[in-house]
């Protein structure tokens, strides 16, 4: 079984400017997920997605973070413009939908941001 | 006051120690725990996944909950280099809209395993 892919792995750029990252997920996941770990931090959820629709995005600093998924399957995630503090790894991840259970989340290697 | 709270170590350990990782939490909504192991440059991989008080093993690992302490571990035997990563405690509650399950992460133990 693939695992979840995520490209580029390493981006640097200057502040103001703009980027995006890309996800394919695990094959027949339907949820997808955009974490932000920032360094000695855990994991922070920014997005997640059920398909084509957004279930959560109450951590998305929505003034300067988009994410789409347009045919329920690869998503991206774009910063515009970015600051100093959005340095950090950008990790995707999905699981199969559960209604009773939480599913195991599956993560990409993610994309390490770099802000100059 | 932090939902998780993790000591982010470092924790450094011989070959073959016991090892014991732990954190509290003080939401009582948390039902479901795990345990994820993120090697350097690597993204989260689970490792446990625990949704009642007690133990759980699998190998050399073993999850412990303890849901009226508020408190969760991870114990590894005979530590292997191999081991050495950053530990991720995560645990998940149903969103206040009753939609979906977050799940919110510890801050992570750095573990070195010496051989």
């Known amino acids: ?116 | 006051q932090k939902e998780v709270e993790q000591d982010p170590g470092p924790l450094s350990v011989p070959e073959g120690a016991i090892v014991s990782l732990n954190c509290t939490y003080s939401n009582s909504a948390f039902q479901y725990f795990m345990w994820y192991r993120q090697y350097s440059r690597k993204g989260p991989e689970l490792l446990m996944y625990t949704y009642s008080s007690g133990n759980k093993e699998d190998g050399r690992f073993t999850a412990q909950v303890d849901k009226s302490s508020k408190y969760i571990s991870l114990f590894i035997r005979d530590s292997q280099p191999s081991d050495s990563a950053t530990y991720l405690c995560a645990m998940s509650a149903m969103s206040s809209g009753g939609s979906n399950y977050k799940l919110t992460f510890g801050k992570g133990t750095l573990l070195t395993v010496n051989p």
């Open chain 1, 1 to 116: 079984e693939a695992g979840v892919a995520q490209s580029p792995r390493y981006k640097i750029i200057e502040k103001r400017q703009s980027v995006a990252f890309w996800c394919n997920p695990i094959s027949g996941h339907a949820t997808l997920y955009w974490y932000q770990q920032i360094l000695g931090q855990g994991p922070k959820l920014l997005i997640q997605f059920q398909n084509n629709g957004v279930v959560d995005d109450s951590q998305l600093p929505k003034d300067r973070f988009s994410a789409e998924r347009l045919k329920g399957v690869d998503s991206t995630l774009k910063i515009q413009p970015a600051k100093l503090e959005d340095s950090a790894v950008y990790l995707c991840a999905s699981s199969q939908t559960g209604a009773r259970l939480p599913q195991p989340q599956h993560f990409g290697d993610g994309t390490r941001l770099s802000i100059l």
